[in-house]
């Protein structure tokens, strides 16, 4: 399953950025420019365009941010069906992992919450709960 998410720098981090690109231009266009030519020009106009662009990330309203695509690895079962969710699949190859941090409570309650989803059948639910249960 793909969802797009859209990020936007913050308004602080762009302010910054464009203090210190204005920075940079004062910097080409008085020592840059005069001191090493071309080289000076080039440095110049990318501070500038970096200048603007930071800029207008902290005032433009039309500005979105870029789009990321992020994929999540296991699709989900509609209710009712026997496919259990990855990390009961595989909790016998990770039974060295512990829920460290996790009290037993919170443990059922989470196992409940699947099962109220529709993501465990019934015997998932009771086998995980019994498991839970034996750590005692």
Not at 23 to 29: E, N, P, R, S, T
């Amino acid at each position: 399953m793909k969802r797009k998410v859209t990020y936007r720098p913050s308004k602080a981090s762009s302010i910054l950025g464009g203090v210190v690109g204005v920075i940079f231009v004062l910097i080409g266009i008085f020592e840059a420019i005069p001191n090493a030519g071309l080289f000076g020009v080039f440095w110049t106009l990318m501070a500038l365009v970096m200048t603007v662009m930071n800029l207008y990330h902290a005032f433009g309203k039309g500005y979105i941010g870029p789009e990321i695509e992020i994929e999540e690895d296991e699709a989900r079962t509609p209710k009712g069906t026997a496919e259990s969710p990855a990390f009961l699949r595989d909790s016998a190859q990770h039974e060295h992992i512990t829920a460290a941090g996790i009290t037993p409570k919170a443990r059922l309650e989470q196992l409940e919450t699947l099962k109220e989803a529709g993501l465990l059948t019934r015997e998932e639910y009771e086998a995980k709960r019994a498991e839970i249960l034996r750590e005692l």
